[in-house]
């Protein structure tokens, strides 16, 4: 049981230049989060989907987009990735209440 | 909006002695509470939870909380703390089926 699988674990970009963190759940969860972590300030969720097909923007969405095409995935996108999104991010997954975590992608925009 | 707080930022302790990580929030509804361990270069791990029943709730590693609802508070605590506990902790709630939201974390730093 893998649980919650994000890639890449690391990934360094330039300033302008966009990508696509992936997230897939294999314990048939409705709820799907982002969340980005930065030091002292906690992690802070980024955007939110209760369930298939839908989305909320959570805390900090700027500069984000997010993709939940199926139940068991939920993408997160840069268009245009920023220095000040150098950050941890970490994917998350929960049927009420527990909620289950990725390995975190460690990204470094400069 | 619910928020949650966690008044230490750092903590340092030597082994042994007694840990008490302070969590409140702000909902006043039902909700689920949580505490997640992060040690160094990993993901978050769930220490314990509390959905309902008795507030005294214990978790991996000898970590208990206790659920105070009229202080709307969730601390955390640990009667002697060892090296391995050094990590940060995070404090959660999640307000009925809404949305899981963190506080900001503490350090905790566990000389041996």
């Known amino acids: 049981n893998a649980g919650v699988t994000q890639t890449p674990k690391f990934q360094v970009l330039k300033t302008g230049q966009s990508m696509t963190l992936q997230c897939a759940q294999d314990?048939?969860?409705?709820?799907m989060y982002w969340y980005r972590q930065d030091p002292g300030m906690g992690l802070r969720l980024i955007y939110y989907?209760?369930?298939?097909?839908?989305?909320d923007k959570g805390e900090v969405p700027n500069g984000y987009n997010v993709s939940r095409l199926n139940k068991r995935e939920f993408s997160l996108r840069l268009e245009s990735a920023a220095p000040s999104q150098t950050s941890v991010y970490f994917c998350?997954?929960?049927?009420?209440?527990?909620?289950?975590f990725g390995q975190g992608t460690r990204l470094t925009v400069v | 909006a619910q928020s949650v707080s966690q008044h230490n930022h750092h903590v340092i302790l030597s082994e042994a002695a007694s840990l008490e990580l302070g969590c409140n929030y702000s909902?006043?509804?039902?909700?689920?509470l949580f505490w997640y361990v992060q040690y160094p270069g990993q993901h978050l791990q769930l220490l314990l939870k509390?959905?309902?029943?008795?507030?005294l709730v214990k978790g991996i590693k000898g970590f208990e909380a206790e659920f105070i609802k009229s202080k709307f508070s969730f601390n955390l605590r640990k009667p002697s703390v060892q090296w391995s506990d050094t990590a940060e902790y995070f404090c959660?709630?999640?307000?009925?089926?809404?949305?899981?939201?963190f506080g900001t974390g503490t350090r905790l730093l566990v000389s041996p």
């Open positions: 989907s209760a369930s298939e097909g839908t989305t």
């Open positions: 909902y006043g509804g039902t909700v689920n």
């Open positions: 509390y959905f309902s029943g008795d507030p």
């Open positions: 959660a709630v999640k307000p009925g089926f809404q949305k899981l939201v």
């Open positions: 998350a997954s929960s049927d009420h209440p527990e909620a289950f």
């Open positions: 314990m048939n969860h409705n709820s």
